[in-house]
């Protein structure tokens, strides 16, 4: 492993964290948006990981040398939750209530989103304990050596 690869590896995985606490606050952030540009309620969007691959090179490498280290972390996509319906509450004097009276609001849940937002900051602090943890480990190595 090249001295700066568990850098690398770290900090990919704070900004992916940092990406997804982002989209989580813009979830809470829409919870009651009834319309958007396209006139239908907002909906939650979701953060998907993945590894990164450096180069093509990089993979053959590493199956030459049959390591299981693995490559930064990238946001593979965010999409909208599609799968989740929208909730639907009565209220006739809304300006987007329908011919029933019901308005349709966003498929955000509050618990949902806030249990996200923890598992997030915890991974965040994960991240950042390793970088330093690597941090230490190479200001050590380094000391060896003036010795």
Wanted: aromatic share 8%.
């Amino acid at each position: 492993m090249a001295l700066f690869q568990a850098f690398n590896i770290s900090a990919s995985g704070m900004t992916a964290e940092r990406l997804r606490m982002d989209t989580i606050a813009q979830n809470i952030a829409n919870i009651n948006t009834t319309r958007t540009e396209d006139g239908t309620p907002y909906r939650r969007k979701i953060v998907t990981f993945g590894e990164k691959s450096v180069t093509p090179f990089t993979d053959y490498y590493d199956s030459a040398r049959a390591r299981a280290v693995g490559d930064v972390v990238k946001v593979t996509s965010i999409t909208e939750d599609t799968e989740t319906e929208f909730k639907m509450e009565y209220d006739p004097t809304h300006p987007d209530a329908d011919e029933n009276g019901y308005v349709y609001l966003p498929n955000v849940n509050t618990v949902t989103e806030m249990t996200n937002l923890i598992d997030a900051v915890r991974a965040y602090e994960a991240n950042t304990t390793a970088f330093d943890a690597t941090k230490a480990m190479v200001q050590a190595a380094m000391n060896i050596g003036k010795n």
